[in-house]
RNA sequence: GGUUGUGUAGCUCAAUUGGAUAGAGCAUCUGACUACGAAUCAGAAGGUUUAAGGUUCGACUCCUUACACGACCA
């Protein structure tokens, strides 16, 4: 396809060059797709050259149009409406074009301009709760941006950074210490993220309690909310868990394994994964290190009470606290030290941070404080922002109790997956194990592309109902479309119908044909699209137009009741072509595809 | 108050980065299973792209102002 363009242009500006004598300049030379409702195939928008050419729009298409139908054989026709020129290609070329990128693989890599060497931050949760929708957002998002840098021929690390200290994680302990009882996710028969969870729950709701009795003896709010005993508690046991408590840490480090065990479950339950995990209580003294640093370099400045700030009002932000007056670290000083041991790592030209856009801020900080230290990597530093989900009810709120816990979502979309697959009736043979499999993978099929559809940086809105559909403009209308390609392939290899052929014999393509192979080529464009703007949305709404295309072309020609031998085994292969790309640029998004469903 | 993001069909989302008559899905209505899988396909209806100006051959897209919603910084 990069060749037919390329060629295009190549015989645009010899049109140019042969009517009027003049060259084409390079930004009005580009192509784009014609719109279905016109004939052709590629579009010259003429209207930027009429100032250069002193010619009307359409007398320019005319003449250009009119040369190229004479001297180029790739172009059959055209056509000019305005200032349009629409190109027709003929269909032998199509058929070069089809042949040509079935010499590759589907997943071939696409050479781009982009990075070659990445880290892709993701997840990244806290340990004192289970995951939720909006970590499932987060979780796709990373893994698929980090699947579409592959794509493009970039080494890519996939990063955890486990923010596993803090004070919500002593209040978890305290909780537990309290009203624990040596409870184990064995003894209760709980996941482990759950169980710390509960506690977390459990320290939010006597906290409140005691604050609610420090007010009613006559203490005011904000007071109340610093001396309730069990706040103080938690601030004590953050002290000695960075004085290294012996008690303290061991606590730590059972319920953290705890929470850990459940996070790899719900992980592989969802099907991510990582090459490395930080963890935040390995970092932040590194970050101390930066702060110092910073203050040898004099680019940061200590206050009176002795807490250390960076300027960044040049910058267009604020002055901001690296480091404490009593010397404990705040969320920046660990991520600092973090980038730095990211570079050391992985020397990346790009480091991706999958955070939140509620975080901008605070990654503009990182940033412009980076770059104050003078350090080479902080311009590479890219914070991938997205918005926050929505229930149709409003905001997630744990307060209210509204969050969506991850497993649970993970356990109702399988759930109407596979109602839905017994309610079809079509899986006859497969095995308890099979059908097992295919629930989730549809399942999750549904949810990953309903949370990747949308556009990363938007807010959007879950609505459970339609999370879970399989119709219209879904992961399993997709899958669909690949279940029935692999019944084609199977019916095809029972009827010894070659995929491989000479199709120079074939005189004209159904129009549907025409659509698929430009759809079907397109490919590579769309990746590196996606990967310049980081953006799985535009895999997924890909994934949509193909399948979309080729359930057009086999509602209208029929494959095995074709009776030209040639014809017939140019569908058998443009359908495997098509069900290789749909697995290809799904794989891309994190979601499988099944062989029947 | 300051900074910033978003605003498109009843609802959820697109729009090739400034191009043609703004497209899909859901919901509503109509048609297509004795054809290779109807989780499909074809069609109808649905729009002052929040509002008002501006830039130009051309604006959902860029600029200005206002409004609405969100986030962040005090």
Redesign the pocket.
């Known amino acids: 396809m990069q060749q037919l363009e390329n060629s295009l242009k190549t015989a645009l500006q010899a049109a140019a060059t042969a009517v009027f004598g003049l060259e084409i300049p390079a930004a ?1 030379l ?1 192509l ?7 004939a ?1 195939s590629f ?1 010259l ?1 003429t ?2 050259l ?2 250069a050419f002193g010619k009307g ?1 359409e007398q320019i298409g005319q003449a250009l149009g009119e040369w190229l139908k004479a001297h180029e054989p790739r172009v059959s026709g055209y ?1 000019v ?6 190109l027709e290609i003929a269909d032998a070329e199509w058929l070069t074009v089809f042949g040509q990128l079935r010499a590759q693989p589907a997943t071939a890599p696409v050479a781009t301009d982009g990075p070659q060497r990445v880290v892709v931050e993701y997840s990244s949760p806290n340990t004192n709760k289970p995951l939720h929708l909006g970590h499932l957002r987060n979780n796709f998002l990373g893994y698929s941006v980090a699947e579409i840098l592959k794509a493009t021929g970039a080494t890519v690390t996939k990063a955890n950074l486990v923010n596993d200290r803090g004070i919500h994680i002593c209040k978890s302990m305290i909780a537990y210490q309290h009203f624990g009882h040596g409870e184990t996710p064995q003894s209760a028969g709980m996941k482990g993220d759950h169980l710390a969870g509960k506690y977390y729950v459990l320290f939010e709701k006597h906290y409140r309690e005691e604050i609610k009795q420090l007010e009613a003896e006559g203490v005011a709010s904000d007071i109340a909310k610093k001396s309730a005993p069990l706040m103080t508690e938690a601030q004590q046991m953050l002290q000695l868990w960075e004085a290294g408590d012996e008690d303290v840490v061991s606590l730590w480090r059972t319920m953290n394994g705890w929470v850990y065990e459940g996070f790899d479950e719900t992980y592989h339950e969802i099907g991510v994964d990582f090459d490395k995990f930080y963890y935040e209580s390995e970092t932040y003294l590194l970050g101390k290190e930066r702060v110092e640093e910073g203050l040898a370099k004099g680019v940061f400045f200590k206050k009176e009470n002795g807490s250390v700030w960076v300027d960044l009002q040049a910058e ?6 690296l480091l404490r007056a009593d010397g404990t670290s705040v969320y920046i000083t660990q991520d600092l030290g973090t980038a730095e041991l990211k570079y050391q790592d992985f020397g990346y030209d790009s480091s991706i941070y999958v955070i ?7 990654m503009q900080v990182l940033q412009a404080t980076l770059k104050k230290l003078g350090k080479p990597y902080a311009e590479a530093i890219h914070h991938l922002s997205y ?2 989900v ?1 229930l149709p009810s409003g ?1 997630m709120k744990s307060r209210e109790g509204t969050v969506v816990d991850a497993d649970e979502l993970v356990r109702d979309v399988v759930a109407a ?1 596979k109602a ?2 017994l309610e ?1 009736g ?2 006859e043979g497969l095995t308890d194990a099979e059908l097992e499999e ?1 629930y989730h993978l ?1 399942g999750l099929g549904a949810l990953k592309y ?1 949370l990747l ?11 459970p ?2 999370s879970v ?6 992961g ?2 997709i ?3 690949h ?2 390609i ?3 392939r199977r ?1 095809a290899a029972e009827l010894c119908i070659s995929e491989a052929a000479d199709w120079s014999g074939i005189a004209s393509l159904d129009g549907t044909e025409r659509e698929l192979v430009q759809e079907l080529a397109r490919y590579p ?1 769309v990746v590196a ?1 996606a990967a ?2 980081l ?1 799985p ?2 895999i997924a ?1 890909y994934a ?1 137009d193909l ?2 295309a080729y ?2 072309f ?9 009776t030209d031998a040639t014809k017939r085994s140019l ?1 058998v292969a443009l359908s495997a072509r098509v069900g290789e790309q749909i697995k290809a640029s799904l794989g891309l998004l994190g979601i499988k595809v ?4």
């Open positions: 009005s580009t784009q797709p014609t719109r279905k409702e016109f052709g579009t928008v209207f930027p009429t100032k729009p056509n409406v305005k200032g349009f020129l629409n267009g932000l604020d002055e901001k606290l939140a856009d509620e975080q901008n801020y605070h918005g926050m929505d905001k997956a839905a697959t079809k079509k899986t295919l549809l309903y559809k949308v556009d990363p940086k938007k807010r959007m809105l879950f609505n109902e339609e559909s399989l119709e219209g403009h879904t399993p209308f899958q669909y479309s279940a029935r692999a019944a084609i019916k464009a699209d310049r703007n953006s949305a535009v709404q949509y399948a979309k359930n057009r086999y509602a209208e020609v029929s494959i095995f009741q074709e569908r099944p062989e029947r469903m």
